[in-house]
C-alpha cells in the first residue's frame, strides 16, 4: 500500500472555483508538509504541521488555504487562483520531531493543478 | 542564495553506463542532513538515502552508491551498470541545524538511460 496518497491526482479549475487537494498518509507519521513543483524551478516547501499545529507558511499566497483535521490528513484548499500557480502539488509526511530519521520526508505522487 | 546546487542539468547515457550526479551544498551549521531523492515520471519523489554531517562513510545499495566528501562540501550519487528504470529526475536536499524538517533541494538532475 502506498504510503502516502493524494487526491485527485489531476485537476483543471477556472480562476473563480474552489477547490481542495487531499493528502493521507498511512505511516504513523505525526508532521506534513505541501509543496510547490514548477516547471524549471526547484521544489518550494508552502506549509508545515507538526502535530496538528501549524509551524510554517512560507509567505504563501492567501488564496492556498491548508488544513489539518488530523496526523494523517492534510488538505489544501483553493481559491481565486491564477494561471501561474499552475504546477505539481506535492503532499509529504515525516515521523515528526529533529534528527535524521524523524525529518525524512516521504512523498505521495502529487497533484498535477492545471489553472485556465 | 542557493544551499544545494546540481550543476548537471540533464545527462543521457547509453543502459550498462555508469552515470554520477553531482551536488554541492552550503550550509554553516556543523549538524545537517543530506538527501538523495528520485522522481519518476509518475511524479513520486522516492527517498533513496540520507546522510548526516558526521558520517561521512560512503555507502552503497546495490547499483547505487553515494560518496560523501565534507571537505568539498559535496555528496555525490553514482548509478552503475545504469537501466532504463534509473530514467528519472534525481534531487539532492539539505537540511540544517535545530529546522532539520525544511528540506532545501537542488534543481534536479534529468536522467535518461536509452536502451
Known amino acids: 500500500e502506498t504510503g502516502v496518497t493524494q487526491t485527485p491526482r489531476h485537476l483543471v479549475m477556472g480562476m473563480t472555483n474552489k477547490k481542495s487537494l487531499k493528502c493521507e498518509q498511512h505511516l504513523g507519521h505525526n508532521a506534513m508538509y505541501w509543496y510547490k513543483q514548477s516547471a524549471k524551478k526547484p521544489l518550494e516547501l508552502m506549509f508545515v504541521?507538526?502535530?496538528?499545529?501549524?509551524?510554517e507558511n512560507n509567505s504563501v499566497p492567501s488564496r492556498f488555504s491548508p488544513e489539518c483535521p488530523n496526523s494523517s490528513h492534510l488538505f489544501l484548499h483553493l481559491h481565486t487562483l491564477q494561471p501561474e500557480d499552475s504546477a505539481l502539488y506535492l503532499c509529504a509526511s515525516s515521523p515528526g520531531g529533529t534528527g535524521g530519521a524523524l525529518a525524512t520526508q516521504y512523498f505521495g505522487p502529487g497533484t498535477r493543478l492545471l489553472v485556465l | 542564495a542557493q544551499k544545494v546546487t546540481q550543476a548537471q542539468t540533464e545527462i543521457s547515457v547509453v543502459e550498462k553506463e555508469d552515470v554520477t550526479l553531482d551536488c554541492v551544498y552550503e550550509?554553516?551549521?556543523?549538524?545537517?542532513?543530506l538527501f538523495w531523492y528520485k522522481q519518476p515520471p509518475s511524479g513520486e519523489l522516492v527517498f533513496l538515502i540520507r546522510r548526516n554531517s558526521f558520517d561521512e562513510q560512503n555507502e552503497i545499495s546495490g547499483r547505487y552508491s553515494w560518496n560523501f566528501q565534507k571537505s568539498t562540501s559535496s555528496f555525490n550519487f553514482t548509478i552503475t551498470a545504469s537501466q532504463v528504470v534509473d530514467s528519472a529526475v534525481y534531487f539532492c536536499?539539505?537540511?540544517?541545524?535545530?529546522?532539520?524538517?525544511?528540506?532545501?533541494f537542488g534543481a534536479g538532475t534529468t536522467v535518461t538511460v536509452r536502451a
Open positions: 536536499a539539505l537540511s540544517e541545524g535545530r529546522a532539520d524538517y525544511k528540506l532545501s
Open positions: 550550509t554553516r551549521d556543523t549538524t545537517y542532513y
Open positions: 504541521y507538526n502535530f496538528k499545529e501549524q509551524t
